[in-house]
């Protein structure tokens, strides 16, 4: 007993560590497709694949890696430039919280797999997306007022969300939309073979 169960932790061990390689890949990747001056997150879905078979805990863990392989691939260099900690703290932020909450809710919407799934994938980029709007409105907004002489927050705010984040929002939300039938597929499939190893 004692040795299936180890066998089982090892096995969860080596999978989320294989999707934690496909963030890596797929965010490196995904920096080379740009909407505006952003690059587009392909690594929503593996996040919420990962968050859907290995609990909110392994979402956040996913989310860590997509937030430092963003830091460490210099795409976040622009912003680390005005504020160096405030953006390292938002940008594993955003990712983080993207991943927890889509494991929080595909735990809490089980019963109903298809609804389940669809909330974690819309909800991934919605928290993604919108933590880094406000961090944008926060952190950077001395700045984004001083480059382009906007002084109310209003005006901050429709610039950063037609310009900056508009474009990439969308498309990150409907890619996810889109796979949420792999995704339940694929997670399906994963079930399936780590009820396999504990037997």
Known sequence: MANSQTSARISKLVQIAIVTAIVIVLQLLGSFIKFGTFS????????????????????????????ATVLLSGDAASFYALAPFGTIFLVLAKG??????????YKALSKRKYLAVIAAAVLCPVVNTGVFLIGCLTIFRPYLTTAFGMEESASAFIFIVTVFIGLNFVFELIFNVIMAPVIVRITDLGRKMLLSRKK
């Open 96 to 105: 983080i919280l993207a991943g927890f909450v889509s494991g929080l809710a």
């Open 40 to 67: 587009v997150s392909l690594v929503c879905v593996p996040i919420v694949i990962g968050a859907i078979l290995y609990g909110p805990a392994a979402g956040a863990w996913l989310g860590l890696i997509f937030g």
